[in-house]
């Protein structure tokens, strides 16, 4: 995506996630940065594993915990995460569904995403 700028209400963003369906639906990307619309549902398992990519959490809605190296915080509505790149993280004890905006700098690579959450999952492979 070339673009000088670019807008999108945060009502417009959730509507794309949610006809996309799944956990994580990307609406913005340049090579420098990208965002999304992340969910997890209460008592649901944040399976993610460390990006390549520092990342900044915004919680739209929701509370939980969130894992951050071998920390845990408490997070709700309005809360503002950074997650330095290779740190692990995830969410967890959720005890309200969990609306989160997702910024990744430099842009999310979700094929190493997806084969790093792989390998988390089946460490044999």
């Known amino acids: 995506m070339d673009v000088e700028g670019f807008v999108i209400s945060l ?7 949610a006809a996309a369906g799944g956990a994580y ?3 913005f990307q340049v090579p420098e940065m990208s965002a999304g619309i992340y969910t997890l549902p209460a008592g649901g398992v944040d399976g993610q594993a460390p990006h390549v990519e520092d990342e900044i959490y915004y919680v739209v809605s929701g509370r939980a915990q969130v894992q951050i ?10 809360a ?3 997650v330095a790149r290779e740190v692990e ?3 967890h004890d959720i005890a ?12 999310h690579d979700e094929a190493e995403s997806d084969r790093r959450r792989a390998s988390a999952a089946d460490p044999g492979a």
């Open 11 to 17: 009502d417009d963003a959730l509507k794309a996630h």
């Open 25 to 27: 639906h990307q609406f």
């Open 69 to 78: 190296g071998d920390r845990h915080f408490p997070v709700q509505t309005g």
């Open 80 to 82: 503002t995460i950074f």
């Open 89 to 91: 993280h995830r969410f």
């Open 96 to 107: 309200e569904d969990l609306t989160i905006l997702v910024i990744f700098a430099p842009a």
